[in-house]
C-alpha cells in the first residue's frame, strides 16, 4: 500500500485502521455512518477524514461523511460564524422563535402596547436561521476529491502515534481527545464524529459574550415589566398589567436560558482546551 497517512478501511465491519504511511498501526476508529446505504457496486469508503482545499485560499475539515464548520483561512485555523451539528433543529427552532415573535407582535398591536417583548424572539430567530442556513450551504458543498493535506497548523493529526499509549482519551462522558503518547491533539471523537477544536479559546470567548448579552437582556426584560406594573397600577390599564407580566416572565425565562448556558460553558471549556496533564486511563 503506497498511500499516505490516514484512516482506512479495517479488516473488521465499521471499523477505519490507521496507516502511518508505511505501515498499518494498532490504532483503529468507528466508521462514520452514511446518510443512505451505499450501492453494493458503490466504492467500500469515500473520502477518508481530513483537511481538504475547497477554494484557493480556504481548506475545510470533512470527517469522512460530511463537511464541517472547521476551516483554515488564509492560513489561519477557525470556524464558521455561524454553525451547528443539528441544522435540521436549527431551522425548527428558528420557526418557533419566528412563530413566538408573529404572537407578540400581535399582541402587542392589539393591546396597543409597544412590541418590545418580540426584540429577544427576533434575534433569537435571525440567529437559528442563520445557523441553519450556513450549516446547510456548508454540507451541500461536494464531497471532496483527491488526497487530503495536513498543515503544520493542524499537526499532529489523530491517528498519529509518537510514543506507546497513543489512543482517544476521555475528556468527557461524550467526548474523547488524540493523546499521541507524548501530546495531546486539537481534535475530539464525539457522536458526530472527529472534530478540530483549534477555535476553542475565540468561541469560548464568544459565547462568554452572548451569554452576558443574554444576561442583561433577561434582567432588562424583568426591570421593564417592573416599571410597565406600577405605571399600569396607578393607571388602571389592563393591557399594561399584561405586557408587565409578559416581560416579566419572559424575562425570567430567559434568565434561565443564561444559566443554562453558563453551565455549558463551563462544561465546553474542559472538552475544548487541551488538557495541561497527561491520559490517566485509556477508553479501551
Known sequence: MTAGPGWYEADRPGMLRWWDGTQWTAHEAPMPERRHPAPAAAEAVGPRPGWYRVRPDVVRWWDGRVWTASRIRNDRVGIDGAATESPAFAWAMGGVFVALTAMQTTFAVTSGAQPFTAVSSVVLAALFLAMAAQTTLVRREPA????????????????????????????????????????????????????????????????????????????????????????????????????????????????????????????????????SEPPSAPTG
Open 144 to 275: 471532496p476529491r483527491g488526497e487530503p493535506i495536513d498543515p503544520d497548523a493542524v499537526r499532529p493529526l489523530p491517528g498519529a502515534v509518537e510514543a506507546s499509549a497513543a489512543g482517544w482519551y476521555p475528556v468527557s462522558r461524550t467526548a474523547s481527545r488524540w493523546w499521541t503518547g507524548s501530546r495531546w491533539t486539537g481534535y475530539l471523537l464525539t457522536r458526530w464524529g472527529v472534530r478540530p477544536t483549534f477555535h476553542a479559546e475565540r468561541a469560548l470567548a464568544t459565547q462568554r459574550i452572548v451569554v452576558l448579552l443574554l444576561a442583561v437582556v433577561a434582567v432588562g426584560a424583568v426591570v421593564a415589566g417592573i416599571v410597565m406594573l406600577g405605571f399600569a397600577t396607578r393607571g388602571s390599564d389592563p393591557a399594561s398589567v399584561v405586557g408587565g407580566w409578559v416581560l416579566i416572565i419572559g424575562g425570567v425565562l430567559f434568565g434561565v436560558l443564561v444559566a443554562a448556558l453558563a453551565v455549558a460553558s463551563r462544561s465546553q471549556t474542559r472538552v475544548l482546551l487541551i488538557p
